[in-house]
């Protein structure tokens, strides 16, 4: 077995070993075990089900909340050769059923899937044909109600397994507490409890908190002291071009990013980041998700998030390379107060909540007793002028209504326009000859995208206004056109989300909204914020103690370098002591990285807690480095 997945891993992806615990993660699986991956941000856990779903006979089921993650992973597994496909909302009847029989029938090797497509009795009717090797459940928080970003749809998974019942299953998170973990296990119906967990510390990340009654001056002082790149997280999309907009302004190379972004901009936007053409890239959570950039040098949050779930996570895309990386929460004495009241307005009263359910019937012209057999576009912000209510009273009774099983609402797709030629080269060149107002424009979307008679392409209506001298209108006139002439099919670019009423509707008098329910939700996202606040507002324990604590790791010394840390210790490491350890360890065999724990043994004369706020004092001066398995490296004969 060994030789065999060390062969997968390095055909198809190139590396000629596992990172820690990822060959004990796969092992397990092949063994048949069902499996729990906690591994943070970072860890490779794609790895992780993609290797095992190669060596396994049959279909990797993969599912996914992130569509722009899925399609990401797709692309990826292509260009290695790997058969792939994802399925999500907006996809058309017919591509949905062409891709499942392709699954039954063709040798692909991983099927991605939106939880909200879990309840679609076609999905259901394949994968009772499917051979299936693997179930993969990745942010396998979301099937947890005690998780920060609960998912009821997930709750279906258990009928899948299901259909497969011998068939193992993994399931992946970089963020989740003791009582989501055990729930998770329970809520996937795992045969027996298997755990395998990374410890979340980080020891080359600076966790700091500055309480700042000018929060723009300490973001611009903060930007301009700090080197290399690095993001600043903001909760909303305005926010994001007025911070932008500021930085640039005062010399700072910044840009900045949201959902609500053409899929292009957004997409030339990242690829600026990450080859460093833009240095500060000011977003929402939207941004970071299946983007590794190793030297992103600092983590700015503007705005504090909700929860230390959230914090963790985007916090740590800083120092992936192990280089000392900085995560700065700026932090103005009224944050918590406003947070609290926005937690609050997250949960409307009842009487809301059935207003929103009853406008979404009359919106969608659905009777009582009628059905949503599909998903259907919807813009929040139409249907709350239509219904007369605040945006975020919308936005936050349709999340409710999602949690409570009643309706599925998917994220705004944003992907670039589909295109693929529907007649062969035959019957298009004759086509051609006989329309020639189309002949120089169908040559030009020939010689611009490769494959187009095989499978939709995504293109550009821009690029091609410019390569034929037209407007864009122009050219999705003429798109359109070809495609009601049954030339071509042509998807225009969405950037909407979905929304399904899942049971016939009711009179909302009859809506269950069960009150307990929706209690419990408030209490644990309450819970959380709280942590979230305590975090900010500590000025005694060492921050990256906090944050291991939270995630149960109760026994983590100081770091030595977080903002707390760094006031406690001035004068205990004196230059006289650091010089003494640094000759010992110059002295020491570094023919191979050291673990931290194996490195305090070797050194003599000090205590065990110093030495380890002293290994990080030299991590923060280049004397120490980390490699990207948290291992260290002497670097001090090499300056």
């Given amino acids: ?46 790895i992780c089900f993609q290797v095992p779903g190669m060596y396994l006979d049959g279909v990797c089921i993969v599912v996914s909340p992130l569509i722009a993650l899925m399609k990401d992973q797709v692309e990826n597994l292509e260009k290695a050769g790997i058969r792939a496909h994802a399925i999500y909302s907006g996809l058309h009847y017919q ?38 090797g693997l179930f993969a459940i990745d942010e ?38 003791a009582s989501v973990v055990d729930d998770i296990q329970t809520q996937l119906n795992f045969k027996s409890k298997n755990l395998f967990r990374k410890s979340f510390e980080r020891l080359n990340l600076h966790y700091i908190v500055r309480t700042n009654e000018n929060k723009e001056e300490k973001l611009l002082s903060s930007v301009k002291n700090i080197k290399g790149s690095g993001l600043v997280y903001v909760r909303n999309r305005k926010m994001t071009e007025q911070l932008s907009n500021f930085l640039v302004a005062n010399s700072v190379n910044a840009s900045f990013y949201h959902a609500g972004l053409s899929a292009e901009l957004r997409i030339s936007r990242q690829e600026d980041w990450i080859k460093n053409k833009t240095r500060v890239m000011v977003c929402t959570n939207a941004f970071g998700m299946g983007i590794d950039k190793p030297d992103c040098n600092f983590v700015v949050h503007y705005e504090m998030p909700d929860c ?42 009842d009487a809301i909540i059935r207003k929103v359910y009853d406008g979404l019937g009359s919106y969608f012209q659905l009777p009582i007793g009628g059905r949503m057999i599909e998903e259907i576009d919807f813009d929040y912000l139409v249907f709350s002028k239509y219904i007369h209510l605040h945006p975020i009273l919308v936005i936050n009774s349709i999340k409710l209504l999602s949690q409570l099983g009643i309706l599925t609402i998917s994220e705004a797709l944003n992907q670039l326009s589909q295109l693929q030629i529907s007649l062969p080269g035959n019957q298009l060149y004759a086509f051609q000859v006989e329309h020639e107002k189309y002949d120089i424009f169908l040559k030009t979307i020939l010689r611009t995208y490769g494959g187009i008679f095989d499978k939709p392409i995504s293109i550009s209506e821009k690029l091609l206004a410019m390569k034929m001298n037209l407007s864009e209108t122009i050219i999705k006139q003429n798109l359109e056109k070809l495609h009601l002439m049954e030339v071509l099919h042509y998807k225009p670019q969405k950037t909407l989300g979905q929304l399904q009423i899942i049971e016939e509707r009711v009179s909302s008098n ?20 709280e942590a979230m606040i305590r975090f900010a507002e500590n000025d005694k324990i060492c921050r990256s103690r906090v944050l291991l604590a939270y995630f149960d790791e109760n026994s983590a010394n100081d770091c030595g370098v977080c903002d707390i840390c760094k006031e406690k210790l001035k004068g205990i490491w004196e230059e006289e002591n650091l010089s003494q350890l640094v000759n010992q360890l110059d002295k020491l065999n570094w023919e191979t990285s050291l673990e931290l724990k194996d490195l305090v043994k070797q050194v003599k004369g000090f205590k065990e807690e110093d030495l380890l706020v002293a290994f990080r004092i030299l991590l923060d001066k280049g004397i120490l480095q980390l490699d990207k398995e948290q291992r260290l490296v002497w670097k001090k004969g090499n300056q």
């Fill in 1 to 46: 077995m060994t030789n065999s997945i060390h062969e997968i891993l390095k055909q198809y992806w190139g590396y000629d070993e596992f990172r820690p615990l990822q060959q004990d993660i796969i092992e397990s699986i092949i063994q048949g075990k069902d499996t729990l991956a906690l591994l943070p941000t970072g860890g490779g856990k794609s």
């Fill in 95 to 132: 591509e949905i059923q062409l891709i499942l029989n392709n699954c039954v029938h063709g040798g692909v090797k991983f099927l991605y899937v939106s939880p909200e497509r879990l309840g679609s009795q076609l999905l259901l009717d394949y994968l009772g044909q499917m051979k299936i």
């Fill in 140 to 177: 396998a928080h979301c099937i947890s109600q005690w998780g920060f970003d609960f998912r009821p749809e997930y709750r279906k998974i258990s009928e899948i397994r299901n259909l497969h019942p011998n068939v193992p299953l993994i399931a992946l998170t970089a963020t989740a507490t």
């Fill in 308 to 349: 230390l779930e959230a914090y963790y996570q985007e916090a740590g895309r800083a120092g992936r390379n192990g280089n000392p990386a900085y995560c700065l929460l700026i932090f103005h004495p009224s944050d918590s107060a406003k947070m609290r009241n926005k937690l609050e307005q997250s949960f409307p009263e």
């Fill in 510 to 529: 009859y809506l269950n909204i069960n009150p307990s329910f929706l209690e419990s939700r408030r209490n644990t996202e309450r819970e959380k914020l």
